[in-house]
């Protein structure tokens, strides 16, 4: 049973990084793909971005496309999102997914693990 867990969540403000991590544990987390996706207030949850199992192909939502960056250490069993330019648009819930499938989906209805979410702010 995989476990995750999201941390580096926080206030920014407009334009500033942030890079929020999610820590796997149990066996096979290297087999899995893994996502971000978040939700807004009053919004469905929205995919961000995933990457599959190897690290070697990733997808991004157009809405962060050159902005954020998806990647993962499976020798540490962790996933990492970098957020570069934030706005207040991106203020959100993130939550880390992972999918027993090892290739890469943008449908959060195909995760089969997800962490408790960590609350991003970007102030104006």
């Known amino acids: 049973q995989e476990q995750l867990v999201e941390s580096g969540g926080g206030l920014v403000q407009t334009g500033e990084s942030m890079r929020l991590s999610c820590a796997a544990s149990g066996p096979t987390f290297s087999t899995f793909a893994m996502g971000w996706l978040r939700q807004a207030p009053g919004k469905w949850r929205e995919f961000v971005a995933s990457i599959n199992w190897s690290g070697t192909s990733a997808y991004h939502a157009d809405s962060v496309k050159g902005r954020f960056t998806i990647s993962r250490d499976n020798a540490k069993n962790l996933v990492y999102l970098q957020m570069d330019s934030l706005t207040p648009e991106d203020t959100a819930v993130y939550y880390c997914?992972?999918?027993?499938?090892?290739?890469?989906?943008?449908?959060?209805?195909?995760?089969?693990?997800w962490g408790q979410g960590t609350q991003v702010t970007v102030s104006s």
């Open positions: 997914a992972g999918r027993r499938s090892g290739d890469v989906s943008s449908y959060s209805g195909s995760y089969d693990y």
